[in-house]
DNA sequence: ATTGGCAGTCTGAGTAGGCGAGTGCTAAAG
DNA sequence: CTTTAGCACTCGCCTACTCAGACTGCCAAT
């Protein structure tokens, strides 16, 4: 059994070692808190944690610091909600003020997060999947080679390139394009997809095998998501802490540049009902990255999809900053691109 | 004056220290090339080169390593363009093959520069400035906000955000849709941005200020350059090569995240007639990365464009191999994004 | 349950010494 | 004039060693 003070030692042993990056031990915690017992009676304590595999000695004689697990029940029960400080405050309001597309304010609000945090920073974009389709555009940019340009309602842009064998008439173009238009607007994606499909069979035998392939680039972009695609900044800050990692941070910054690898992370990640998600350490070995904390909330846009953002860093972070300033920049961003 | 042999010295002292990140010293340079002279020979030579500020010594007994002025001479004199692997030009033919969006194409070739030179990978947007306006599309995204987009014939789409303070009706959206799409379709960049900035005057009073925001936003995605923009992959290179530099890597990975730094770098760089350009450690100084060089090299688009891709490493890197890679993906992506 | 005391353990910094690679110089040879 | 062999000398690096300091675990007393 854990008892009430122990947990208090564990959290300012979590406090000081995130402060100091060295072990701590019963000594200084009695120093630098004011818990009215004395060192022995902290050691029975930290024996105790031990004992609950909440802190770890890195050699037989030194301070402890928490495991994996330690951090756990620190974030999960102890890590106090520390609320933004005025200039950060600030800071969100300036940088995301301004809004103009949505490039745009995704790559401000993960440099932003990464500032507040000092750690990588990561922004998943929207996946805006009940959108309906708006304009098709075809674009003939040069004899042997065309552009397909998709508009929904809800604001998502998607291109593609297409080679194409034969020669195409402006004309040609130009019919199919109105076609386009006047069967496929305001359809939803579904629908869509399977009109798509069946085109190519109205039209004559020559040019069918063309306007197939048209449709075939059309039927990706409207099946396209965009939530694949993240956005990432700080990658510099890894290096800064690099000390908290045991051996190389290669790996490390080489899981990060897989993309994938994050999505998947970000999907696995369970949040609670805010939407707020935490994983520590060894959580997520599976991908590489069992020496880093992520942290994530998610985010809503105006038609109601939910994306995610967060940071990455070593497992040793400032846990209560970097929950503070991802939950506000999530709120601030939903708010950003919702209704109101 | 330096003698031919003394230059020979000079290239196997760059290609055995690149090699092996070990000084070279006068013995172990006989020893592993047949100069068919003795090593107090080449120690001769080593110390004319040594006066030349071509190669230095870091300690007062040990081998040599180059100066940032013997890598110029190098890479100006002595480097042989090693032809790639056919490894790698399969690499190059199967990761671009299939190309889907530009930003796709981008993506996928940044990220193959990376892999062939294992080193930070960089390539510009096309700024695709010479173009024509196709099509206009206003999109309204709930009451109080909508969007633009902007579609030109050399397929660059751009968007915009837009908050309108008031209501906006479906017909005159359409309406304005459709005049600005008959008045600017077809028109250059510089005219259609004046005709942008006489239209407000054309509607009455109430609505002037709505029609003024949605042409402010237009003219700025007219005039809006692309190639302001760039990607960057293989940011884990620059650990991996971590003993390559004095200090810290911090603060070049700090410069490189900073998109303005490295533009301004590209926009310095003075390319030779087939568009290729070196830059090399202290050249860098001024932005912050004087232990690195950076390869670059040009490529354009159908359009005509001009634009630059490279990569950037420690000033110790192995110029053969990488300046033959940037030149290969240079044309392979010219080839792809070209006229035929 | 808490406390003071004490022996034991381990780290990390600092020091000394020896090894080896490599140089510069000189004098002789081609 | 260039090349070569020989030699004394210089340094960086590695290993071994010591020593002070920090902390723990345990025990007996409160």
């Known amino acids: 059994m854990v008892s009430e003070r122990s947990l208090e030692v564990l959290r300012v042993i979590v406090q000081d070692y995130i402060a100091s990056r060295e072990p701590v031990g019963s ?8 818990f009215g017992v004395s060192a022995a009676t902290i050691r029975n304590d930290m024996a105790l944690l031990e004992e609950e595999e909440l802190i770890a000695a890195p050699h ?13 029940v620190f974030v999960d029960q102890l890590a106090d909600l520390r609320p933004l400080t005025s200039a950060q405050r600030t800071a969100i309001e300036t940088f995301l003020g301004a809004s103009t ?11 932003l997060l990464s500032q507040l945090t000092h750690q990588v920073a990561l922004v998943q974009y929207p996946s805006l999947s ?12 040069s004899s042997s080679r065309m552009m397909t340009v998709l ?5 998502r842009v998607e291109q593609r390139l297409i080679d194409i064998p034969t020669e195409l008439g402006d004309l040609f173009l130009e019919e199919l394009r109105t076609k386009l ?26 040019s069918a095998a063309t306007v197939e392939l048209i449709t075939v680039a059309l039927i990706e972009q409207v099946l396209a998501n965009r939530s694949d695609k993240l956005v990432m900044a700080g990658a510099a800050n890894l290096v800064r802490t690099e000390e908290d990692f045991s051996g190389s ?9 897989e993309q994938v690898t994050l999505l998947r992370l970000f999907g696995e990640m369970a949040p609670d009902q805010n939407g707020f998600a935490v994983s520590i350490g060894q959580e997520n070995a599976s991908f590489g990255l069992g020496e880093t904390s992520v942290l994530t909330s998610g985010y809503s846009t105006s038609s109601g999809e939910l994306s995610r953002l967060g940071v990455l860093g070593p497992t040793r972070m400032d846990y209560s900053n970097n929950m503070a300033a991802v939950r506000a920049v999530a709120r601030y961003l939903s708010r950003l691109l919702g209704e109101n």
Chains 1, 2 share one sequence.
């Open 27 to 34: 000594k200084s915690i009695v120093d630098r808190h004011s």
């Open 60 to 72: 037989t004689s030194s301070g402890r610091i928490p495991t994996d697990k330690g951090y756990r």
């Open 101 to 111: 597309d949505l490039d745009e304010v995704l790559s401000r609000t993960v440099r």
């Open 130 to 141: 009940r959108s309906r389709i708006r304009h098709i555009e075809l674009v003939r940019l």
């Open 151 to 155: 508009i929904t309602d809800t604001g």
């Open 181 to 206: 238009n006047s069967s496929l607007g305001g359809l939803g994606l579904a629908e869509a997809a399977e009109k798509l499909a069946a085109l190519p069979t109205q039209f004559s035998r020559d």
């Open 249 to 257: 941070i290669y790996p490390v910054l080489e899981a990060i540049e």
